[in-house]
């Protein structure tokens, strides 16, 4: 069983920037990916970037340029900085870590970006 464990979230006012982290409980460079999803109120969850394991990065076209990803393999850690925070950017944001044989995802609990007007 893997465990991923999202933090950083917290109210930000438009303009502003924060940095998310995920800390996965085994080596992250034994899976297949791990990416930052967000579900904003009353829609569906979306992919907002995505790290493969071999370190090639994908990103949501509305959001590139504004986000980034990142990851520490000795810290078992992915982070998602975000800057130029828009009140659209509010939502639950979510860490998964899919294993090698891509049969399995695992997903952190959330953590909640409020970005005020």
């Known amino acids: 069983q893997v465990q991923v464990v999202e933090s950083g979230g917290g109210l930000v006012q438009a303009g502003g920037s924060l940095r998310l982290t995920c800390v996965a409980s085994v080596s992250i460079s034994s899976g297949s990916s791990m990416a930052w999803y967000r579900q904003p109120p009353g829609k569906q969850r979306e992919l907002v970037a995505r790290i493969s394991r071999g370190g090639s990065t994908t990103y949501a076209d509305s959001l590139k340029g504004r986000f980034t990803i990142s990851r520490d393999n000795a810290k078992n850690t992915i982070y998602l900085q975000m800057n130029s925070l828009k009140p659209e950017d509010t939502a639950v944001y979510y860490c998964?870590?899919?294993?090698?044989?891509?049969?399995?995802?695992?997903w952190g609990q959330g953590t909640q970006v409020t970005v005020s007007s």
């Open positions: 998964n870590y899919v294993t090698v044989t891509l049969l399995t995802t695992y």
